[in-house]
């Protein structure tokens, strides 16, 4: 019987590494777990999209009997949002592949789909504090560094009825601040509770995540701390989520051969676009860095 030879492209393979960098990605990332993935776009034409955004019609009015009830216009505002490709390639040795300790295709997998989920990480947080945002709950607490009393104040902007979940994301600076605050509830003290990767504790029934993403303002002097709501009220709510990810083609993974330098080359790509599609369910808090 012959014996089978290895070859490159059993070692290389695209699809399997497409496969495994799919499933990797939500791993890799800590915001977009909060943000909807819609993939309707796959298959479809255009590289721009329109998110709705319809306004409340009001509450219901007392019509006596006989008499015809009014009407009202449904009004909605849309926001263009433009798709976008994100890509990543490295290069593969022959001797790499075939004769070096450990795992270079695996590892290249791991390092490429970290790559592509960084940077849909950092598009969902540039689209939450957007301050210049049309629509945008704001809560300017930038007079004083980030405190239990200005967290609880940025939650009531929501105004509502029912405290429901939410989650806020402080920078790793924040966090002793917000430690030494007596009101502060740590994760250590319910830490069976904790369902948020990167949540150190809770605050009116907001879960604080560090990231170190989390945003300066314009004048680089305070922070942007989006809050987001995680539950829908489907009563009041429309079901649209605070952040939605339109995925045009999932994880793409493609390999180049070059001969001459034996080696191969394994690239990447992702086309998606990133909204807040609920400006409702957002609240973008500014506080004040701590002096250095």
């Known amino acids: 019987m012959a014996q089978e030879t290895t070859k490159l492209e ?8 497409a496969d495994m960098i799919s499933a990797k990605l939500p791993k890799k990332i800590r915001v977009a777990p909060f943000a909807k ?14 998110v709705p955004k319809y306004a409340y019609i009001g509450d219901a009015e007392d019509v006596a009997e006989g008499v015809e009830c009014g009407t ?26 075939l004769s070096a300790h450990g795992d270079p295709v695996g590892e290249a ?3 490429l ?7 849909v990480d950092n598009d969902c947080m540039d689209a939450l504090a957007n301050e210049d945002a049309p629509g945008r709950l704001k809560y300017d607490g930038s007079a004083s560094e980030i405190s239990y009393d200005g967290i609880v104040n940025a939650i009531d902007v929501f105004e509502e009825e029912v405290n429901g979940e939410k989650a806020m994301f402080v920078h790793p600076k924040q966090v002793t601040t917000l430690r030494k605050d007596p009101n502060f509830i740590s994760a250590d003290k319910y830490n069976q509770n904790v369902v948020l990767k990167g949540e150190i504790g809770i605050i009116a029934n907001t879960r604080i995540v560090t990231s170190k993403k989390v945003k300066e303002d314009k004048q680089a002097t ?7 709501k995680l539950e829908t009220d489907e009563e009041t709510e429309e079901e649209l989520p605070a952040l939605t990810i339109y995925t045009k083609r999932a994880a793409n993974v493609e390999k180049e051969r070059k001969s001459l330098a034996r080696k ?3 690239s990447v790509d992702q086309i998606y676009a990133v909204s807040v599609s609920n400006d409702s369910k957002v609240v973008l808090a500014k506080f004040k860095k701590k002096a250095e």
């Open 10 to 17: 059993n070692l290389i393979d695209p699809e399997v590494m």
């Open 37 to 50: 993935v819609d993939n309707t776009l796959e298959g479809t034409e255009g590289d721009t999209i329109s």
């Open 72 to 97: 009202t216009t449904l009004e909605a505002s849309s926001e263009k949002v433009k798709v976008k490709k994100a890509m990543k390639a490295v290069d593969l040795t022959d001797e790499a592949v």
């Open 109 to 111: 997998t791991n390092q």
């Open 113 to 119: 789909s970290l790559s592509i989920g960084s940077k």
């Open 222 to 228: 305070s922070y942007l701390n989006p809050i987001i």
């Open 264 to 266: 191969t080359i394994v």
